[in-house]
T-cell receptor, first 113, second 112 residues
Framework: DGGITQSPKYLFRKEGQNVTLSCEQNLNHDAMYWYRQDPGQGLRLIYYSQIVNDFQKGDIAEGYSVSREKKESFPLTVTSAQKNPTAFYLC????????????FGAGTRLSVL | QKEVEQNSGPLSVPEGAIASLNCTYSDRGSQSFFWYRQYSGKSPELIMSIYSNGDKEDGRFTAQLNKASQYVSLLIRDSQPSDSATYLCAVEEYSSASKIIFGSGTRLSIRP
């Protein structure tokens, strides 16, 4: 099955803790993205990567970090510096067909204990 | 700051009627436009993409694009209860074709 796999589906963070959200794709897409969605809101871009070993900050990168060591994987770490991390986190990828279509994983819902 | 604007709704439409969703965008150079459907608690799924002026039809869905007016719309014919969802308009950022800007979404409710 081709697609984007996010894990875990639900995640709880304690005060002062860093947590890492996993995103894996087997679509052979070059570009990958992390978005944050708050209730009743649209998607806000956290980080994106167009190629392995390179990534750029989005609109709300503070308190987050990423790595892109493999084409298939783009993990997101929510650090203790992110004071309001409770949200729905979505990973997406985009191929190079020229159509610029982003496809999404099922999401990870992060809550603070 | 590039923007994509949508009426948040809720938009209530009777079953079987046409639902009309609208979106305006600020980036005049954008070339790619998308509509995603998002059910509550789920991730967005692509339902339409459009790249040139005019209409594009796919089943009960029609996307309309007017680049001169910086306006894109989605029509849903014969609305069904399963169409009740939030619809996100998304626009490619011209200066960075790999970035997509999302609107905040319009909540659509189909009433029996």
């Amino acid at each position: 099955d081709g697609g984007i796999t996010q894990s875990p589906k639900y995640l709880f963070r304690k005060e002062g803790q860093n947590v890492t959200l996993s995103c894996e794709q087997n679509l052979n897409h070059d570009a990958m993205y992390w978005y944050r969605q708050d209730p009743g809101q649209g998607l806000r871009l956290i980080y994106y990567s167009q190629i392995v070993n390179d990534f750029q900050k989005g609109d709300i990168a503070e308190g987050y970090s990423v790595s892109r060591e493999k084409k298939e994987s783009f993990p997101l770490t929510v650090t203790s510096a992110q004071k309001n991390p409770t949200a729905f986190y979505l990973c997406a990828s985009m191929g190079t067909s020229g159509k610029n279509i982003q496809y999404f994983g099922a999401g990870t819902r992060l809550s603070v204990l | 700051q590039k923007e994509v604007e949508q009426n948040s709704g809720p938009l209530s439409v009777p079953e079987g009627a046409i639902a009309s969703l609208n979106c305006t965008y600020s980036d005049r150079g954008s070339q790619s436009f998308f509509w995603y459907r998002q059910y509550s608690g789920k991730s967005p799924e692509l339902i339409m993409s459009i790249y040139s002026n005019g209409d594009k039809e796919d089943g009960r869905f029609t996307a309309q694009l007017n680049k001169a007016s910086q306006y894109v719309s989605l029509l849903i014919r014969d609305s069904q209860p399963s169409d009740s969802a939030t619809y996100l308009c998304a626009v490619e950022e011209y200066s960075s074709a790999s970035k997509i800007i999302f609107g905040s979404g319009t909540r659509l409710s189909i009433r029996p």
